[in-house]
């Protein structure tokens, strides 16, 4: 157990930052999933510059690295333009 004051305070700010990265990684992955599941073509598309931008913030952050983050978006990219390649 922590014997300083600092350290204890120290303690109670890496939990809540915990918590809040958890939660903003989950959403994001949760937006992913739902980008995913989109077939229409608009949707897609207004999705996307959504869950692009969540990446970024995680990767800004340290949450996720910023490879993970160009990955993702990559593969979503390719993802939302073969959509609109299907519907023309």
């Known amino acids: 157990m922590a014997n300083h004051k600092s350290a204890l305070k120290r303690i109670r700010a890496n939990e809540k930052k915990r918590l809040l990265n958890r939660y903003q990684h989950k959403s994001t992955r949760t937006m992913i999933r739902k980008l995913r599941e989109t077939t229409d073509r608009e949707a897609a598309f207004s999705l ?39 519907a023309a």
């Open 48 to 86: 996307y510059k959504t869950v692009s931008s969540m990446l970024d913030k995680l990767a800004k952050r340290n949450i996720i690295h910023r490879n993970k983050a160009a990955n993702n978006k990559s593969k979503l990219a390719k993802y939302v333009n073969g959509l609109a390649v299907a």
